[in-house]
C-alpha cells in the first residue's frame, strides 16, 4: 500500500481527538496558579481619552491588577507591520498595545483587568470610568480618502506627516493601458463598473486568545496562542514585550479555524503576556464573539472602479481600475500586502490581457484593521475580472462562457509570462471551463433558462473562472516585496530504530488536517505506514523555524520541505541497504519501502531493518554518520497558481428579493491529490464562505463608527439549510516547479465562488433590467433593484 | 448569594454552591472539567455549546447550572462507551464530517438529537436539523453525509 | 459574556411563585429561559432577584377540552411543534413552534416564556392573534383571562403586570372547515421573523338566499370567516382587519388571497418596524406577499 498511499483519501489522524472532546484549545488551557485577563476596549469609534479612573475596578471582588496604556507605555513597543510594501509611500502610523490618549476603533484597548476568576475579571471592567471627548469617525475608504474627512493619524513612526488617512499608494502597471482605452473608445467597447467589496468577518469558530506564563526565575516566557504561524508571533512577541527570543516559546495549540484572523499579532496577547510579567503568574485571556467582531482582523473593505477595454468581438484588450482599500485604524501585520501584491498582480486572471494599470490607495479608516480573509486580495482580482466578463458578454449579446473561450490564455505546462510579469506554472484554462460546462449540462440550462421564469422565480447561471497565486513563495521575492521574512518552510524527518517516524515541521496547520497529508507524503516516499507517522507542529521549542499556514502554502511549501527532507532519508538509506547487501549503490533499487540489488527483489532490506542498522550503527559504510535523520530548508522556485472554473445556480423570487442557491458546481486543479477527501473539504468549505459573501455576510458600521453587525444575531454567517450540495470535479496539472507536482487548495473556492454567485444572480435579473447590487444580495437590495429598474 | 446545585456530568456527580447567574456551559468547562464543550458565542446562536440535559439537546450557554440542578448532562466527553465510539463519532470521523474540529462536539450532539426525534431524515431534514449549529470549516456538506451515514449504520443494525 | 449577579428562587407552585414575587418586587421569571439568559447575558436586563418557575408541574402539558386547546405555559416549542393535538387543533401554531430559532433552542423555550417576553420579531404571539387565543394571567387578586386582543401593547411591552404570571394559553380548536397556517421571513442570522403571517381560515357555502331563489345557482365554497394577523410589520404583532374584510363571503381562491393580501397594513398605521438588514418600507411592501402564501396555505387544509 505504501506507495498509493499518496493520493488516497485515508481518514485524518487528527480526528479522534476532535470527536472525542480531548483536544486542548487555548481556552481549555489552566494552569496552577493562574488568573484572567478582560480588556476594555473603547466604546467610540474616534475619541481622546480625557480621564480613566480604574479604582472601583481595582477594589473589585477578586481582582489582582488593572493597567492602562500609562502602564505599559515603554513596557510594550508599538505593534508592529510586517509587509514594508515597496515603493508606495507606506506610512505606517503608531499602534499601541493599549490607547493612552485616543481611541481610533471600537476594538482599541483602553485597559486590562486581571482578577482571580473570569467573571470577576469581566465584572470589574463594566466598573472603569473613561471620559471621552468624541472626535468625528469615518469608517467609509472612499469617505475617509475624501478632503473633508476626520484625520485619524498625524504622524507616522518615522514623524512623516499623513495626509488624506492615506496609508500607501501603490500601482502596478505593465502594456500601453491608454492605447488600448484609446482604441477602444474609438472602435470597440469600454465596460465601467464600480464594484464593493464589503467588509467581511472572517468567524473562525474558535475565538482568539492567549495564555502567558511567565517565569521570574528564568526568565523565559511560553505563550500559548489562537496563531497560524507561531514563529512569526515569537519574532513579533521579543519585538513588542522585549522577551529574548531564546527564552520565548510560542505554541499553538489546537487552533480553531483561522482563514486569515489568526495571522496577524494582536496587542491583546502581548497585553496578557504583560500582565503575566508583572504579575508572574499566568494569564489566560479570551476573546468573546463579540469582542472577536470589534477586535480581530476583517477582510475585504475595498471600493473599487474598474474600466475594460475590449474589441467589438469580444476580445479584452485593456483593463485599468483604482482601488482604495479600507486598512482599518492601523496597519495589521502583513495588511499592506494584501490589496497589493495578492490582488494587483493576479488583475489579469486566466486571460490573455496584454495591458493593464491599477492604483490602490490604502486608507485608514475608523474600523476594525483589516487583514487577510481567505483568499486575501485574490477574490477581489477574481470578482472584478469575472464581473467585467459577463458585462462585456452582455453588451456583446454574447454567451458569457464563449467571451472567457476568446480571452483565455491557452493550455500551457511550464510557465507562462503575463503582464503583471507573474510567470504562472502550468494550466489549461479552456480545458478546466470546457469540461465545467459539459459536466454541469450548461447549455441544457441555458435553454431551460429561455423559458422563462416559473412561479416569479427567475434562473440564472453564473460562471467564475479563476487563478490564484499561492504557495508562498521564494524568499528573494519576499524581500523584494517588501515582507519581512522570508517564505520558505523546514522539516526535520528523524526515523527512529524501530521504523517508526517523527516530523518536525515549520507549518502550523489549524484545521486543514497537514498532519494527515504529510504522513502521506512521508509513507509515499520511504515505504512506511502513515500511521508510524508523528507530525509534530506549532510548537517554537519543538520544531524548526516555519513561516506558518497560511496563502495555501502549507501543502504547497510545507509539503515541499518534508518531501525533499525524506528523500534525502531514503538516499541515505539506500547506500546504506547497498552496504548491508554488499552491492554497490548504483545497482540498487527502490520500491515500496524495500532496497534490493536489481534483478533480485526477494533479497531486500526494508526501511525498518536499515533504520536500526542507521541508529545502531553497528556496522556503517565508511564515512557514514549514524542514525537516519535530515533537514530542510525548502525556497521554493516560483510560486504555485491552481486554477479552475466554477457554476452557481440561482432562483430570484421577484416579487420579494430572496434569492436561492439551486446548484453549484466547483472544478479545481491544484495538481496532484495528496488526499482526495481532504481537498474535497477543502473546496466545499472555501466555496461556501465565497457564497456567504455574496448572499449574507457584511460588516457594517453607523455614522458614529459603531459597529452595526456586532454579533451572531446581526452577522449571517452560511448555515447548513441554507445551502445546495457543492458538486465537486478535478482536473490534475502538476506544477512543474514542485518536488511533488502539487498546488494549494485551501482558498481556491473562495476565490472562484463569490465571482459565480454574482454573475448568476445579475445573470437571473437581467430580464427585469437590474444592472447593478451591492453584496450581499440581501432580498431588500435586490428588491429595490428591480423596483429601480421598473421605474427607469 | 450562593446556591447548591448537583449536576451529573458524564456520569460522574459535581455537587457546588455556585452564583445563580453561572451559565451550564461554565459549570460543565471549569467546575466538572470537560472542556470538550466548548463557547462559540454569547448570543445563543453558534451551537458549539450544545449537550444533552438528560437526553435532551440544550444550548449549556443559555442554561443557567441551578437549572440543570439534578440532571444527567452528557457532554461530547460522554457520548463513546469506554474505547468504542459513538456511531456519530465514527461517521464525522469516516466522512471528514470536521476540519478544525471547535464545532464538532456541538455538531455531533446535534446530530445525535436529530436521530432522536428522526430516525431516517432526509438530506433537507438533516440540514435543517443542524440550523443551530455554525460551522465555518466544511460548508456542511460531510456533516451531512456523515450524519446520513450514521442513521444508515443505525438502521443497519435494527 | 457574563450576567449581572443576581438572587435566585425556586418555585414549586403558581402560589409560591405568586408569594416569590410579593416579597421580590423587580424580579423576573425565569421559565425556559431562552428569551431572559440571552438579556442577562448582554446585561440588558439585571434584575436583583430571579424566580425560576421552569419545575412547576401544573405549568406544562397540552390538553384538549371540548373545543379548546389548553396549552400549559411552561410547554415548549419542541413539544407543541410535536403534539398531534396542536397539529390537528391549531396548525399555525404547530407550525410557527417548529420555526422558532433551532432543535435546542426549541427544546428548551417555552410558549409562556415567549409570548410574555413580547419580541415583535417572534412568532407565537402573531399566531395567537389569528387563532383567537386566551390567556389565563395569576395575579396577587386570583387568575383572569385576558383575550390575545390588546395583550400586546408594543415593543416587548404587555397587559402583564410585575406580579402576574401567565399559566396558560387556551385556543379554540379549529372546526372542520377551517385551516390555518403560519408563513414566516427568517433573518438569517437570528432566526427571529423579518415578517411572520397567520391566518386562519373558515369556509362555508357561499350564495347565502339567493341560491335558494335561484335554482342551478352555483353553490361555491366561499370564506365565512378569516382571522389573519402579521408580526414584524409594527411594534406589536396585528390582526390584519382590512385583509379580513375583503377575504368575508369570497371564495376561497388565489385571485381573492391576492387582491385581500393587498389590503395589508393599509390599516396599521406608519410605525413600520425596520432595521438595517430590512427597512419598513421593504417590510410593507413584501407583506402581501407572505399574506398571499399564508392565505393558500391555510386554504388548502380547510377540510
Known sequence: MSTRIFGSGIRRREDPRLITGSATYTADIRLPGMAHAAMLRSSHAHARITRIDTSAAAAAPGVVAVYTGTDTEGALQPMPCAWLLPDAGLKIAPYPCIAKDVVRYTGDIVAVVVAERLHQAHDAVELIEVDYEPLPAVTDPEQAAGADAPQLHAKDLNGDAIEGNQAFHWTVAGGDVDAAFAAAEADGVVIKERILQQRLIPNAMETRGAVAQYNRASGELTLWNTTQNPHIVRFLCSVVTGVPEDKLRVIAPEVGGGFGSKIAAYPADFVTVFCSKMLGRPIRWTETRSENYQATTHGRDHVQDVELAATKDGKITGLRCTVRAGMGAYLSTAAPGIPTILHGLMLSGCYDIPALKEDVYGVYTNGVPVEAYRGAGRPEATFMLERLIDMLAHKLDLDPADVRRRNFIPKFDNGHEVVTTLNYDSGDYPGALAKLLEHTGYQALREKQKAGPANGRYLGLGLSSYVEICGLGPSQVAGAIGFQGGLWESAIVRVHPTGKVHVFIGASPHGQGEETTFAQIVASEIGVDAGDVKIVHGDTDATPMGWGTYGSRTTAVGGAALAVAVRKIRDKAKVLAAHLLEASVEDMEYEDGRFFVKGSPDKAKTIQDVALMANVAWDLPEGMEAGLEASTFYDPPNFVFPYGAHLAVVEVDAATGHVELTGYTALDDCGPQINPVIVEGQVHGGVVQGIGQALWEGAAYDESGQLVTGSLLDYALPRADGLPPIDVISTVTPSPHHPLGVKGIGEAGTIASTAAVYNAVMDALRPLGVTRVDMPFTPERVWRAIQEAKGS | MKVPVSITVNGRRHEHEVEPRLLLVHFIRVLAEQTGTKIGCDTSQCGACTVLIDGVAAKSCTTLAVQADGAEVTTIEGLADGEQLHPLQESFWNKHGLQCGFCTPGMILAAHELLRTNASPSEAEIRHGLEGNLCRCTGYQNIVRAVQDAAGAAADRK | ?303
Not at chain 3, 403558581?14 to 424580579?27: I, K, M, Q, S
Open chain 3, 1 to 303: 459574556m457574563f450576567a449581572a449577579d443576581f438572587d435566585y428562587y425556586r418555585a414549586d407552585s403558581v402560589a409560591a411563585a405568586g408569594r416569590l414575587l410579593a416579597e421580590h418586587p423587580g424580579a423576573k421569571l425565569l421559565a425556559g429561559g431562552h428569551s431572559l439568559i440571552p438579556l442577562l447575558k448582554l446585561r440588558l436586563s439585571a434584575p436583583a432577584a430571579v424566580i425560576d418557575i421552569g419545575r412547576i408541574a401544573e405549568l406544562r402539558g397540552i390538553s384538549v377540552d371540548g373545543g379548546t386547546l389548553r396549552i400549559g405555559a411552561l410547554t415548549t416549542h419542541a413539544e407543541i411543534a410535536a403534539s398531534a393535538d396542536v397539529q390537528r387543533h391549531a396548525r399555525a401554531l404547530a407550525e410557527a413552534a417548529g420555526q422558532i430559532g433551532d432543535p435546542a433552542v426549541r427544546n428548551r423555550g417555552t410558549i409562556g416564556g415567549n409570548i410574555a417576553h413580547a419580541d415583535p420579531a417572534s412568532d407565537l404571539p402573531t399566531v395567537l392573534q389569528a387563532l383567537g387565543a386566551t390567556l389565563d394571567i395569576a395575579g396577587p387578586h386570583g387568575e383572569r383571562p385576558v383575550g390575545i386582543d390588546g395583550f400586546f401593547q408594543g415593543v416587548m411591552t404587555t397587559a402583564l403586570a410585575a406580579d402576574d404570571l401567565l399559566t396558560a394559553i387556551r385556543i379554540p380548536t379549529a372546526g372542520q372547515s377551517q385551516g390555518s397556517a403560519y408563513v414566516k421571513f427568517p433573518h438569517p442570522a437570528s432566526r427571529y421573523a423579518v415578517i411572520g403571517v397567520a391566518a386562519s381560515l373558515t369556509s362555508g357555502t357561499g350564495g347565502g338566499w339567493r341560491t335558494v331563489l335561484t335554482p342551478g345557482a352555483s353553490r361555491e365554497t366561499v370564506c365565512s370567516n378569516a382571522s389573519v394577523a402579521i408580526g414584524g410589520l409594527v411594534p406589536a404583532p396585528a390582526r390584519c382587519g382590512a385583509v379580513e374584510q375583503a377575504l368575508a363571503g369570497k371564495p376561497l381562491s388565489d385571485e381573492t388571497f391576492a387582491e385581500a393580501a393587498a389590503a395589508v397594513g393599509g390599516d396599521l398605521g406608519d410605525d413600520l418596524l425596520g432595521d438595517v438588514f430590512a427597512s419598513g418600507e421593504y417590510r410593507k411592501a413584501v407583506a402581501p406577499v407572505y399574506v398571499r402564501r399564508a392565505l393558500a396555505a391555510a386554504a388548502s387544509r380547510v377540510g
